[in-house]
């Protein structure tokens, strides 16, 4: 069907073809409207081609598209100001790129260059990009046949209150597991630890937030070592967990954030912050990283666009309300259906775990793609992760969903459950 497009990722396009989008629903070629649950590449926080996005977009191309980055431009200055003002101090420098990957591997330069270390820590379940660093640091896919990864590259145990061995019913002691985890990390360390890289809401790797007073702590083995914290939002930030950042609910303040996805809304835009401080401590050691693409004005504009609304508008108070609402009803699709395992998440970033039975917790493989083929063919896409050894939908509309649409997606996936898993469960 698409014989010129390389299968970058493992060859699973689905046979439906996008023809337009709009709001939070994408068309195929036959119009045929599909709920939009994934926002795109989770990315579409204001939904598809929002009007004042749209609008920015032609102005911008037309006055000024791209420019040699020793140059800086008033929409580069705009954006930068915007994104500073939003986070807290003492994060105000701003490195604007255009995708995660790129936002995480400056972040690991800085950390670097800054700790005069070159070993990082990242989650065993992470997913932080697709370039030589990011890859070194993501362990949920990508990872074998590529040769070597970065020296240094140390992973800490995910904490999932659904499968950790440390947890037991509910009680779930992941003070213990981190503890554990960095008493490994210190046994296997050369003695140049230089920072941890951490998803407050681990997306790919099943949508695992990380528990209460887990980034305190988390932090706090940081500062013992002299580490960096930085913390890569590029799904939850922007609003999408229900706080404009996801760190914001702990309170807890990241040395370095990297913001993507949603950043642009959809547009390739990513950002890489810190503290005023921690630039001149890197510029003073001759900090590079640069692209093509670093403060292109087009979508800096953009960027500036999604702040204003996202503020205006007040997402991330949307985010949390419709999210508890949209949990209400999945919290009722778990009682009636014995294959949901768990769901869990905050805002609009939601996971639903299908297993073979509770008691086992068997990852129910086959049933999970079964039941996101039946809903695309209902109307509604909807994504899994964790596909090679789990079952968790991903369901993460984007954050101007209405409450009748989040209605319409619940009953198809309430349909597809009953009709892929044969019958519905004990109630
Ligand atoms: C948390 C996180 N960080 C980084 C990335 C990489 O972003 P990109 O694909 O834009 O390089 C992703 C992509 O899925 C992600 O989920």
């Known amino acids: 069907m698409t014989p010129s497009v390389f299968r970058y990722a493992g060859g699973d396009f689905a046979e439906t073809v996008i023809a337009r989008a709009s709001g939070s629903y994408v068309y195929d070629r036959s119009d045929r409207a599909i709920l939009d649950f994934t926002s795109g590449q989770m990315s579409s926080i204001l939904g598809h081609s929002h009007p004042e996005i749209v609008a920015v977009v032609r102005e911008s191309i037309a006055r000024l598209d791209h420019v040699h980055s020793s140059f800086l431009s008033d929409d580069v200055i705009a954006f930068t100001g915007a994104l500073a003002a939003l986070v807290p101090d003492p994060l105000e420098k701003v490195l604007p790129l255009s995708t995660g990957a790129e936002s995480n591997e400056a972040a690991l330069r800085m950390a670097k260059a800054a700790t005069g270390g070159f070993e990082v820590v990242a989650f065993d379940r992470a997913w932080h990009g ?220 939601l996971g639903v775990e299908l297993v073979e039975d509770r008691q086992s917790k068997r990852p129910a493989r086959e049933l999970g793609l079964a039941v996101a083929r039946r809903s695309l063919e209902l109307g509604a896409s909807l994504n899994i992760s964790r596909r090679q050894v789990a079952n968790i939908f991903r369901i993460a509309p984007p954050l101007t969903v209405s409450r009748e649409e989040i209605d319409s997606a619940i009953t198809i996936l309430d349909q597809a459950i009953t009709e892929c898993a044969g019958r519905p469960g004990p109630g």
């Not at 809401?201 to 988390?218: D, H, K, N, R």
């Not at 013992?224 to 609003?239: F, V």
């Open 130 to 349: 697709m370039t030589g660093g990011a890859a070194s640091m993501t362990y949920s896919g990508g990872r074998r046949g590529y040769g070597p990864t970065l020296p240094g590259a140390l992973v800490l145990p995910t904490p999932d209150a659904y499968r950790s061995p440390f947890a037991a019913g509910e009680r779930y002691d992941w003070q213990a597991e981190l503890d554990f985890g960095f008493e490994l990390i210190d046994r296997q360390s050369v003695g140049a630890l230089a920072a941890v890289i951490a998803e407050p809401v681990l997306s790919s790797g099943g949508i695992v937030e990380l528990p209460q007073g887990y980034l305190t702590a988390l932090q706090l083995k940081c500062t013992e070592r002299g580490m960096l914290l930085i913390l890569d939002e590029a799904q939850t930030g922007m609003g999408r967990t229900g706080t404009l950042f996801a760190f914001e609910r702990e309170g807890v303040v990241p040395d370095v954030l990297c913001l993507s996805k949603t950043l642009g809304a959809g547009l390739p835009l990513s950002a890489t912050l810190t503290s005023a401080e921690l630039e001149q401590r890197c510029f003073e050691r001759g900090y590079l990283f640069y692209t093509t693409h670093a403060a292109d004005p087009l979508p800096a504009a953009v960027g500036s666009k999604v702040v204003e609304i996202v503020v205006r508008d007040r997402l991330a108070e949307r985010a949390r309300e419709l999210g508890g609402y949209m949990k209400a009803l999945l919290g009722e699709l778990q009682q009636r259906h014995e294959c949901i395992g768990d769901v869990r998440g905050r805002g609009l970033l």
